[in-house]
């Protein structure tokens, strides 16, 4: 299947994991030779893909579509066309030539014994498919190539799924020209062998889910032991997530001072669970954690709907919070809302999204929004002066330290900790001031603590090995067994396979 890969596609697949992986593909030090980096870069993408099939139950393999006018479309279909044509001109030269022909035929009939099973049919293809034989009635002109197109079609109805029995009958309508029904011909095949790689897969993910943890770990730990400073970045992160914390539980440090060996520690899970916090606000210029290299198009995301969501209820709350009775409780003004200011809102992660523009917007449409429901139950529309005050408080949402902003960010940040740290929190029991977002904000919050917990049990030695390095290499003093305990914990906080919250 690795070979396969150059040639398609996931159906979510967006920038490539690998981009996270740098130190793969571009370490020039002299400890690591030119076969181990193939080596780890053929690991990755073993990774990669084992972890999508695992993770994603839609993931599927599609035919690879190259950008319209890139150089490598440009190529592709030079070298396609100079085949047919090629093709076309042997068959109609006097007397005609069969070398490609007869190439086409060999690699026709490879393809169709690859996807038979039973021995009776594999005989009958190569017996209908002779090589020999087309030779030798090549030499006497008297190649029947409807004849063979015929049977290959035939054959094809019997091993193609029956998506493709449409693709199938158009092929046996073609007969006025050979050159283009073989071009046709191929183009079946590659439908049908994507499907076949796709059949394969849908079996394969329940093996594969059986022995998840333990392959992606093995397959991880020949890139760290080969790749020189392979967990570069997750070192960084879960550093960064320590020094906060110790921080955090050692307040009196920033003024008064504490000996280094004397200093409190967090909890190893409690490091681990705010470094994934951490990745809710993460900088996108920024790379990801080696560890988390096989979910970067997911968290970013989640990341992007997190923050447009963070948005819409911080808009909401302003316009309940500055109408008040007259709108509470209809629910179908509610949904009109949050939907409107989500179109609105749509692109608010882009570089080039005009914030304060959009809000604009968005306060014109709502003031529309609520004096059309408030005129059909007989109340009063909104006054001028009402119109202008809400627009300006949406306005100011641009501003980092607006109140609400705060408010809404913070009220995020409780509940992903929540789900996150508590064993039996429930997705759909959030917050007040985000019940607007209730639905979307649950099934975000499953999305990330499914992932966050898969992690878990993949990379804990990895994690654990980390965090004895940053703790033990940073005392002045022989580890204690109490700090050894807080390590420990750092195993039994990840779930075990089979646990819901997975």
Request: net charge negative; glycine share 4%.
């Amino acid at each position: 299947m690795d070979s396969y890969l150059d040639s398609v596609k996931s159906t979510t697949d967006q920038d490539s994991p690998r981009d996270s992986f740098p130190s793969v593909a571009s370490s020039s030090t002299p400890n690591i030779t030119m076969d181990e980096v193939v080596a780890s870069a053929k690991d990755l993408s073993n990774l990669t893909l084992a972890h999508e099939i695992i993770v994603n139950p839609s993931f599927a393999l599609e035919p690879l579509d190259l950008p319209l006018n890139s150089f490598g479309k440009l190529a592709k279909d030079i070298v396609h066309s100079a085949f047919w044509d090629i093709l076309e001109s042997q068959l109609n030269h006097d007397p005609p030539q069969y070398k490609f022909a007869i190439h086409l035929l060999k690699d026709i009939r490879e393809i169709l014994l690859s996807m038979s099973r039973p021995i009776w049919l594999r005989t009958q293809i190569t017996e209908a498919l002779d090589i020999d034989l087309i030779h030798q009635q090549a030499e006497n002109d008297a190649v029947d190539f409807q004849g063979l197109a015929s049977y290959i079609i035939t054959t094809m109805g019997k091993l193609c799924a029956p998506a493709r029995d449409e693709e199938i009958k158009k092929l046996g309508t073609i007969t006025d020209n050979v050159v283009t029904l073989f071009k046709e011909i191929f183009r079946v095949l590659d439908l049908m062998k994507l499907d076949m790689l796709n059949f394969t897969i849908k079996n394969l993910r329940p093996v594969l889910q059986k022995q998840a943890v333990e392959y992606e770990r093995a397959t991880f730990q020949n890139i760290v032991d080969t790749v020189p400073n392979a967990l570069a970045h997750t070192t960084s992160w879960i550093k960064s997530s320590l020094e906060e914390l110790v921080l955090t539980v050692n307040p009196t440090d920033q003024t008064h001072g504490q000996a280094e060996g004397h200093k409190a520690l967090p909890a190893p899970s409690r490091i681990i669970d705010n470094a994934f916090l951490h990745i809710l606000t993460w900088d996108c210029s920024n790379p990801l954690p080696e560890t988390l290299m096989t979910d970067e198009t997911r968290l970013w995301e989640i990341r992007r709907e997190l923050q447009q969501l963070q948005a819409v209820n911080a808009v909401l709350l302003i316009v309940y919070s500055a109408v008040g009775g007259p709108i509470q409780g209809v629910s179908s003004l509610a949904e009109r809302l949050k939907r409107t200011t989500s179109v609105l809102l749509d692109g608010l992660h882009s570089a080039d999204f005009n914030l304060e523009a959009a809000l604009k917007g968005a306060s014109t449409q709502i003031c529309c929004e609520l004096n059309k429901s408030l005129t059909e139950r007989k109340y009063p529309s909104l006054t001028q002066t009402l119109q202008a005050s809400l627009t300006g408080q949406i306005c100011s949402l641009t501003q980092k330290d607006n109140p609400i902003r705060t408010l809404v960010e913070e009220r995020i940040q409780q509940y992903f900790v929540c789900l996150i740290t508590k064993p039996n929190a429930k997705p759909e029991q959030v917050p007040a001031g985000l019940t607007a977002i209730q639905p979307e904000l649950a099934s975000l919050g499953l999305k990330f603590t499914g992932l966050v917990n898969y992690n878990k049990r993949v990379y804990e030695p990895f994690y654990s090995g980390i965090l004895r390095k940053l703790i033990f290499g940073g005392m002045s003093h022989t580890p204690t067994a109490c700090a050894e305990s807080h390590l420990e914990s750092c195993r039994s906080s990840a779930p075990q396979f089979g646990d819901k919250r997975c």
